[in-house]
């Protein structure tokens, strides 16, 4: 039988659109050379038109009335690990699809092992390599202490395959390991590919779906720490978790930048064992390990991570500048939020900085994405500038404005509170997160304004 036309597209490796003819500027994300022509098999291929007639979330329903929809919550489950609980949001949610992101290393396969041998426990499980054999699995299991009396295991990189054996299986929670090496035999492409990516993972994605199976899937990251593959993976999931590591790799930070069924941004803690990975019940103290002597530039800040507060030290360092242009540089913050800070630092503050170089650190890690780090962050600036060390039992945060205003932050008491049980007996904090009832063994100091700020200290 003559075989059909095959279908070519050009897709951008980038963002994953699809444009009729290769241009040298992707139109959407607007990337240079990122267009790439990829052969996406027979026009008949039914893995292919399966795919146009489901979509992403299974089997297209009728019209109906929004009211009409059961709005009944799905049962969760826990994952064995109360870190990973958190950050999914309460546990896994069935016919859930769940991305796991990281760089080789930072403990994907071993924690998801850990993972289904707790849950093959009390339901039916299946873990699918298509990276590592079985044995080499078994042995780490092994080392591991893990049962491993219920847990299945399949080695195949076929998606049809792993489908037709999970239906006969029915598994309630499956792990495919990884997603860069998982085909489909409709699609004439190499696995890892931009057609292919996309494909299998929405046609895993559909099965799920439709059967109530959870599906973790693992995916590789590119040298820039983003998700290697076409946008469109990130869209056809339900939550998308990225673990990483610390400065030095005894701990691991698993954060979700993506989750439909709980927090986004919210950061579990584990530390990597001889027995695997370990959750962190207090994350706090292993961002507070600092020198017996109280030394300028250090400031404990208060954040705010998904659903808890967490104690991170920021550190700062200001030395006269050697060259014409002084250095800004910063490890765990925005570069930019640093220049502004100085702006303001200089103008309402009365403190210059034009002729140093400033270098901002984030100790242990952690990545700060909001703004209540600014008023720790210039206290550490004028500690360091003046060498003057700050109380050791001194906490701040809030978010320092354009006009020198302390502006409030959520959680404010909760932050607060978190302190106080640390051992903190001191605390700089904008006035409107000033609790109206004292706090047991702490000392709130309520500041309007960056100057009022800088006279505490």
Partial sequence: MARGKTRKAYVCSECGSESGKWQGQCPDCKAWNTIREINLGPATSPAIAAANRSGFAGAQSGVQLLSDVSVEDSPRFTSGSSELDRVLGGGFVPGSAVLIGGHPGAGKSTIL??????????????YVSGEE???QIANRAKRLGLPTDQLKMLAETSAEKIVAIAEAEKPGIIVIDSIQVTFMNG????????????????????FAKQTGTVLLIVGHVTKDNSLAGPMTLSHIIDTQLMLGTTDDSRFR??????????????????????????EVK??????????????SGSVINVLWEGTRPLLVEIQALVVESQLGNPRRVTVGMDQNRLAMLL????????????????????????RITETSADLASLLAIVSSLRDTPLPQDLVAFGEVGLAGEI????SGQERIIEAAKHGFRRAIVPMANRPRKPIEGIEIIGVNKLSEALDAI
Avoid: Y
């Avoid at 699609?187 to 559909?206: H, M, N, W, Y």
């Avoid at 207090?282 to 030394?295: G, K, M, W, Y």
């Fill in 282 to 295: 207090n994350p706090s103290a292993i961002f507070l390990t600092r020198a017996d002597e109280a030394v």
């Fill in 407 to 410: 502006r409030p932050v959520a």
């Fill in 253 to 278: 930070i698993m954060r979700a930048t993506k989750n439909r069924f709980g927090q986004v941004n919210e950061l579990g803690i584990f530390a990597m064992t001889e027995k695997g990975l370990k």
């Fill in 113 to 126: 092992l850990q993972t289904l041998a707790h849950v093959a426990q009390t339901m039916p499980a299946l």
């Fill in 343 to 366: 702006a303001i630092l200089t103008r309402h503050g009365g403190i210059f900085t034009s002729d140093q170089d400033v270098f901002l650190n984030v100790v242990g890690g952690v």
């Fill in 133 to 135: 054999s079985l044995q």
């Fill in 187 to 206: 699609i004439d492409s190499a696995p890892g590919g931009v057609a292919q990516v996309k494909e299998s993972a929405s046609f895993l994605t559909r």
